[in-house]
């Protein structure tokens, strides 16, 4: 038996050890270098991509100095950007969207409503890049199919992407993500006992009385699990880049995006790691929060 315990043990570890390395390479290492970086000058090109200077915390105050903190392009700028496209585009667009569609689907035919489930599992797994070039033909000022309806119905076509870059990837993504909510909701709905419905049913409730007497106190906890899940999601989603460039005038330039070109484009290694810190420690923020919930909800259901 302890032969057979001690080989158990080998046996896991071996198996364990590929994903170990991977996760040691890909996720903690980078990991610290980012941290190391973000407290050194290092750029793409010249003498500081190969012997770094020290500079201290130089690039975090050159990230929140006063005087250019709300300037467009800049840091403070970028953070508000990406704090108005989560909420509208997560909280209000993928959450509140997900929550009408799924609460829709209780009372359709179940083959639509197989149907409706299946086309949003598609839409859901599809790959971002094709999402994104898709929404990019559509919204095209010269060949967009959006512009070719507006033509045939008489109405004059839009520039979209150049007219309302930001309110265009608010789009985007809350139909990017509406799809993850809806599958959630309404697996949370469909868990609701019949009965109490039924019993709403013949006390003469209506639709919105049940929903929000019956449906919505049932399901907080999942609608606390979406919002923490896609928010995290949005806040480091990159596709709009694809859409906007982060343009026009840095309208659309959100973190993810600020992060790019700080470091890429700009070629400040230092500064783009530490944006990348900033973000992870928000990112953190969100995670702990999330774990918290997570945490009470499992007390609440052994209580």
Do not use: C
């Given at each position: ?6 080989l ?39 003498r ?28 403070g ?37 197989h ?25 095209d ?38 799809a ?124």
């Amino acid at each position: 038996m302890k032969s057979f315990s001690l080989l158990s043990r080998g046996t896991g570890v071996a198996f364990l050890a590929p994903a170990g390395l991977l996760i040691g390479a890909f996720v903690i290492a980078p990991f610290f270098w980012v941290i190391f970086v973000s407290f050194t000058n290092r750029s793409l090109l010249g003498r500081t991509a190969v012997d770094p200077d020290f500079v201290g915390l130089a690039n975090y105050f050159s990230l929140f100095d006063a005087a250019t903190f709300f300037t467009r392009g800049e840091f403070g700028s970028s953070l508000i950007l990406t704090i108005e496209f989560v909420l509208l585009s997560a909280v209000v667009g993928q959450a509140a969207l997900g929550m009408l569609l799924a609460w829709l689907l209780q009372s359709v035919p179940k083959s639509l409503k197989h149907l409706t489930e299946t086309v949003a599992i598609g839409a859901w797994i599809l790959p971002e890049v094709v999402i994104a070039f898709a929404w990019f033909a559509f919204l095209d000022y010269e060949n967009g199919t959006l512009n070719m309806i507006m033509e045939a119905l008489g109405f004059p076509p839009g520039d979209w992407l150049l007219s309302f870059p930001f309110w265009a990837i608010v789009v985007f993504n809350t139909w990017r993500g509406t799809a993850f909510s809806m599958m959630l909701f309404n697996s949370a709905f469909s868990s609701i006992p019949p009965s109490y419905f039924q019993a709403a049913d013949v006390a003469g409730a209506s639709s919105w009385q049940k929903f929000r007497d019956i449906g919505l106190p049932l399901i907080r906890g999942h609608v606390v699990t979406d919002l923490i899940l896609i928010t995290m999601w949005s806040f480091n989603v990159f596709t709009p880049f694809l859409l906007t460039s982060g343009g026009p005038s840095y309208r659309t330039e959100i973190l993810p995006i600020y992060t790019y070109r700080i470091a890429f484009r700009d070629f400040d290694f230092g500064k783009g790691a530490a944006v990348g810190v900033v973000v992870m420690l928000i990112n953190l923020v969100f995670a702990l929060f999330y774990l918290w919930v997570m945490r009470r909800r499992a007390k609440g259901v052994a209580a």
